[in-house]
T-cell receptor, first 111, second 114 residues
Framework: GEDVEQSLFLSVREGDSSVINCTYTDSSSTYLYWYKQEPGAGLQLLTYIFSNMDMKQDQRLTVLLNKKDKHLSLRIADTQTGDSAIYFCAERGQAGTALIFGKGTTLSVSS | DTEVTQTPKHLVMGMTNKKSLKCEQHMGHRAMYWYKQKAKKPPELMFVYSYEKLSINESVPSRFSPECPNSSLLNLHLHALQPEDSALYLC?????????????FGPGTRLTVL
């Protein structure tokens, strides 16, 4: 079956880079997503990457995809306290319908 | 307009009440979704509507009843809920139910069942 795994916690200092990692099992996934959820709020789509890409950069965000190892990472440069949130990795399931989410990584940024 | 709106933001109801959650989008999306999210957990899919027809029901109890009156609106009718149904209910939409669509989420309705 489809499964998405993430580490649960990451703590960094303001100004440092954060790297959040994710592994997935469905090799037929064509799109992989990163969502951010602040406390009490809904999910905000941060970025996504198509499976034929290795890297995608969007301002402070860099997504790396290793399709052979089924490994996805999100790098946040110059991490700010406002980046503190839960970050969910997600893939679209085989049926092509709803997203399969990882358990989320709680990013804590200290000043 | 790339927004999915949900009302109400918060809802407190008793186990004998009947209430409804509403979701709206004006992006012309033809697929809409209901997810349930418990604290510190990922969202779990409940229902998928495609072109106003229910295409997926993830074995959700009948005390949750979805409705899609038109392509912009999605409702979730609640009746005889249990305290364990307390959660954040998220609505989402995509252009269509295919592999290559961004899924936009609303802010959610935080439901508390007493």
């Amino acid at each position: 079956g489809e499964d998405v795994e993430q580490s649960l916690f990451l703590s960094v200092r303001e100004g440092d880079s954060s790297v959040i990692n994710c592994t997935y099992t469905d090799s037929s996934s064509t799109y992989l997503y990163w969502y951010k959820q602040e406390p009490g709020a809904g999910l905000q789509l941060l970025t996504y990457i198509f499976s034929n890409m290795d890297m995608k950069q969007d301002q402070r965000l860099t997504v790396l995809l290793n399709k052979k190892d089924k490994h996805l990472s999100l790098r946040i440069a110059d991490t700010q306290t406002g980046d503190s949130a839960i970050y969910f990795c997600a893939e679209r399931g085989q049926a092509g319908t709803a997203l399969i989410f990882g358990k989320g990584t709680t990013l804590s940024v200290s000043s | 307009d790339t927004e999915v709106t949900q009302t109400p933001k918060h809802l407190v109801m008793g186990m004998t009440n009947k209430k409804s959650l509403k979701c709206e989008q004006h992006m012309g999306h033809r697929a809409m979704y209901w997810y349930k999210q418990k604290a510190k957990k990922p969202p779990e899919l409940m229902f998928v509507y495609s072109y106003e027809k229910l295409s997926i029901n993830e074995s959700v109890p009948s005390r949750f009843s979805p409705e899609c009156p038109n392509s912009s609106l999605l409702n979730l009718h609640l009746h005889a809920l249990q305290p364990e149904d307390s959660a954040l209910y998220l609505c989402a939409s995509t252009q269509a139910v295919t592999l290559n669509n961004e899924q936009f989420f609303g802010p959610g309705t935080r439901l508390t069942v007493l």
